[in-house]
């Protein structure tokens, strides 16, 4: 088989990819608009830090906790197959050959199939988990490995645009470095995500620099309207 | 087939969900950890709305542009399966070969089932798109909708704990109602969400409302740290 499933094997990569984007993000638009309305690089700091603390957290325990109910969902259905196996095994080679009538297979090769199918319980049961419920096998610790990546990436992230308030004490001026760094790494980044997914890499590094300056222009204007 | 595909059916429920958990959870924190370093309400909704707006469009728009991802994924590798029936058949069949051995049946009715299904391309290729693949169709103006839904999710979950702040200009006292309602809202959220997915609904709730609470404490105390 030619390899054509290599999307769905990067898990880190996607995990890495969630955090960073939100991470880059949300942490530049709240210290803009922040800037637009306080001048103070102290208070910009402050809530840059409390928000990728608090972002950190929510996305990377939301992951764990994702992971974990797709993990529970997982044996729950699974159990729940090898029940119907035993117990109705008639109407579960009814729902193999409904799989098959589907793809235009006719009614007697659709028996033959399920009557195959059904001699090994293992393999049939997991027919049913992928092809009738759409339902994956999760890999194990899957669900905490993703709890890290995910928090750490919106942490590293996070960190980029806040730099340079750290060291310009007027909120202002260190707003002009920010949008600086932050689009360049947006576009950066936006490139690389692209090209691991399989977009058009300038396109989809455009993409991303765009949301990151709508996100920032936008919380820029609200906030100084709040305080104007 | 009896219903046990209802889940997958429920995108704007989950979309709901996504918006709603993160809009709940990160203005919260963001908000307990500003009143724990400064005393001022009006910083506080300040930065509360600025991080609303930064977060529903980073959020909104990430949801668009990652169903537009999948919509474009979906159509390029569609046509390569096309063009692919027509210029190495015998290549594809033997994938669909493959799957079925995967499932254990002999290799006449691999090939009885390939021959079969290869007579209706649309079949064919709409067969090697599911499980070859693991793609399935997007619906059309999905990435449309979820932005919408995501976004706005986002902005009534982040306007709850921001309310109290409105009201009572000592962001100390405005952090204890803000507390109150909003550890409420995320019980009543996480049930209803672990009603919908399946999960215990009391078991549920309660996660959702420790990832609330972590997120808060941790920006509380980091951000006094900063400050103090």
Redesign the interface.
């Known amino acids: 088989?030619h390899n054509?499933?290599h999307?769905?094997s990067s898990d880190t990569i996607r995990d890495i990819v969630i955090g960073m984007?939100?991470g880059l993000?949300?942490p530049?638009?709240?210290a803009?608009?922040?800037s637009g309305?306080?001048n103070s690089s102290?208070?910009v700091?402050?809530?840059g830090?409390?928000?990728i603390?608090?972002?950190s957290?929510?996305?990377g325990?939301?992951g764990f906790?994702a992971g974990k109910?797709e993990a529970?969902?997982y044996s729950?259905?699974l159990q729940r197959e090898y029940e119907e196996v035993e117990r109705v095994p008639e109407q579960e080679k009814t729902?193999v050959m409904?799989v098959?009538a589907?793809?235009?297979?006719?009614p007697t090769?659709q028996r033959?199939?399920a009557d195959?199918?059904a001699?090994?319980k293992d393999?049939?049961v997991?027919?049913m988990m992928?092809?009738?419920?759409?339902l994956?096998k999760p890999e194990a610790n899957r669900a905490t490995q993703s709890a890290i990546t995910i928090g750490f990436s919106y942490i590293v992230g996070g960190i980029i645009p806040l730099s340079p308030y750290f060291f310009i004490s007027n909120s202002q001026m260190a707003l002009y470095y920010s949008c600086g760094i932050t689009l360049i790494c947006l576009f950066v980044f936006g490139y690389f995500k692209s090209k691991v997914?399989?977009?058009n890499p300038v396109n989809g590094a455009l993409?991303v620099v765009v949301?990151?300056a709508?996100?920032?222009a936008?919380?820029?204007l609200?906030?100084r309207q709040?305080?104007g």
Do not use: C, P
């Open positions: 088989m054509e499933n999307l769905k984007s939100d993000t949300v530049f638009a709240l803009a608009g922040l309305a306080i102290t208070i700091v402050t809530a830090i409390a928000e603390v608090a972002g957290i929510a996305m325990l939301g906790l109910t529970d969902h729950s259905e729902e409904e098959f589907d793809f235009g297979l006719s090769l033959q199939v195959e199918m001699k090994d393999k049939w997991d027919f992928r092809y009738e419920l759409g994956e997914t399989g977009q993409k949301i990151g709508l996100a920032a936008a919380a820029f609200v906030a709040i305080t």
